[in-house]
């Protein structure tokens, strides 16, 4: 059987529409971006870990505009087609909402590592809380293997994030790098060895 890898990516969410509207009208577009092609590293883990793991992408509900009851209702619907020792991976937002999710649902698989990847705490480097992604005072993930990713040049997400992380997760792995950015990055080769230790 296939080793199963959930990576769930990250989004914005806002406390009002208008807030929304404010941050669509200012966003600046990366037309290269756009017109390259270039994707980051979660399609290329596919390739990377090659045909022993199976690794699912899926594309949550809404991301420019994120509320945790729709996603919660999403990835839920995920969770009948995964096996005991799924692997849970989750950027930006995403490993805020894995946070939140597995602190207040008991998740009815057994799981074998939590990734978390450049993952909110409480407000982004711009100052925007979490609103309905707030995360409860204490985390509990439900398994004894988890990362944390954290780049101390993100821009979107401050340091002190993995540092919130760490003192709520003491017994996490801190995996601190000083020039990912945000982990926009083609490729993981971290993530993957961290991944393919599991088992060691």
């Not at 999403?74 to 005991?84: A, Q, R, Y």
């Not at 805020?96 to 698989?109: C, G, M, R, V």
């Not at 985390?139 to 821009?155: A, E, F, G, P, R």
């Amino acid at each position: 059987m296939k080793k199963q890898i959930v990576v769930i990516s990250g989004g914005d969410t806002f406390e009002t529409y208008e807030e929304y509207l404010k941050f669509l009208r200012g966003y600046q577009i990366d037309i290269e971006r756009y017109k390259s092609g270039k994707t980051d590293w979660k399609p290329w883990l596919r390739q990377k870990l090659g045909s022993d793991y199976e690794v699912i992408l899926p594309v949550m509900p809404n991301r420019t505009n994120a509320q945790f009851s729709e996603w919660k209702l999403w990835f839920e619907k995920f969770i009948p087609f995964l096996n005991d020792e799924v692997i849970l991976v989750g950027h930006s937002l995403g490993g805020t909402f894995l946070a939140k999710y597995l602190s207040e649902n008991q998740f009815p698989k057994q799981i074998k590592a939590v990734f978390l990847v450049g993952a909110v705490y409480n407000k982004d480097s711009e100052g925007y809380p979490l609103v309905s992604f707030a995360l409860p005072t204490g985390l509990n993930l439900q398994v004894k293997q988890i990362y944390l990713y954290h780049s101390k040049d993100d821009h979107v997400v401050p340091f002190t994030s993995l540092k919130q992380y760490k003192k709520t997760l003491p017994n996490a792995q801190t995996r601190i790098f000083e020039d990912r950015g945000h982990f926009n990055q083609e490729e993981f080769p971290e993530l993957v060895e961290d991944i393919l230790n599991l088992d060691n």
